[in-house]
């Protein structure tokens, strides 16, 4: 099978597809002088789309993605870099939501743009799963805090290092700190043996926290959240995740209570220059 078709017609045969492949398996080689698939095109192909992406002619398709589906970048809407500055500075992990539930087709969303984060040899390793009910969040928690309970128990140096001892306490006087009320969590796992589960997820998450802040949505990683989740039995089972997976990520979400009106200064970058 082809695994690719170039339009003669749109063609200009200046190579661009050659060079934005990330693998070099497309190559100028043909007598007509428009781009050809090597022989072991298949087996290296990432499915990136970087060369239906860069072709400025649109000649370029992939036989499972043509030209005209991928939408045009839209100059106009790309951030300015004051605009990307002050989106990227102002964003904040929220800890203060409303009851309000956000949309399942929100949340969808949320769930299709963090998918366009990079990941390792573009595997998309991420699965989703949505704890969408805010009783069912609040049984998680629940769950967590039993997690805690017994991480006191049997090690209290470390539970008390890592905050437990105050979390729980906070809990049995009626104030939740594992989910923060959020009515929604969204948890990232991958196949436990991945090698860049940890690294793809996290981005994904990142991906997704950040469009959660550009369309009004408040987001917190729930790092108590999915440690309890690969560590407490309970809790990986009411999330119902596959046994060969791991969750390499959890994300609240919900709508702020709050508006920010500052920027809090960061430290300096620790850098060395060589
Ligand atoms: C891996 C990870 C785990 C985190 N876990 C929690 C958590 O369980 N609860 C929480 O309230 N915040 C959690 N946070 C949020 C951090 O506390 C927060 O990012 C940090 O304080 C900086 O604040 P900012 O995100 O508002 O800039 C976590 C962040 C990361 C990256």
């Not at 030209?67 to 300015?80: D, F, G, Q, T």
């Not at 959660?212 to 999915?226: D, E, R, S, V």
């Amino acid at each position: 099978m082809v695994p690719f078709s170039v339009d003669p017609e749109k063609c200009k045969n200046d190579g661009i597809c050659v060079k934005a492949c990330p693998t070099q398996i497309i190559q100028m080689k043909s007598p007509e002088g428009i781009p050809v698939p090597t022989e072991d095109f298949e087996e290296h192909c990432l499915a990136c789309g970087h060369c239906v992406a860069a072709c400025p002619t649109g000649a370029f398709s992939l036989d499972w993605l043509s030209s005209e589906e991928c939408p045009p970048i839209e100059r106009e809407l790309v951030l300015s870099p004051e605009q990307a500055e002050q989106f990227l500075r102002s964003r904040r992990s929220i800890r203060n939501f409303n009851d309000t539930p956000v949309e399942r087709p929100l949340l969808g969303k949320l769930l299709e743009i963090a998918c366009y984060a990079p990941s390792a040899k573009n595997n998309q390793p991420w699965h989703w799963t949505v704890v969408e009910e805010p009783a069912k969040v609040k049984q998680c928690a629940s769950f967590v805090i039993d997690w805690m309970r017994s991480v006191i128990k049997k090690t209290p140096t470390i539970a008390e290092s890592r905050g437990f001892v105050r979390v729980v306490a906070a809990w049995d006087s009626g104030e939740e700190r594992i989910c923060r009320g959020a009515p929604h969590v969204i948890v990232a796992h991958a196949e436990k043996n991945y090698g860049f589960g940890a690294e793809d997820c996290a981005l994904a998450l990142s991906y997704l926290e950040l469009f959660a802040h550009a369309i009004g949505l408040g987001a917190c990683w729930g790092g108590y959240f999915y440690s309890a989740t690969n560590s407490y039995p309970p809790l990986f089972k009411a999330l119902g995740l596959p046994k060969d997976h791991r969750a390499f990520g959890a994300m609240m979400v919900g709508y702020p209570q709050l508006n920010y009106c500052r920027i809090p200064l960061r430290y300096p970058p620790r850098v060395t220059w060589i």
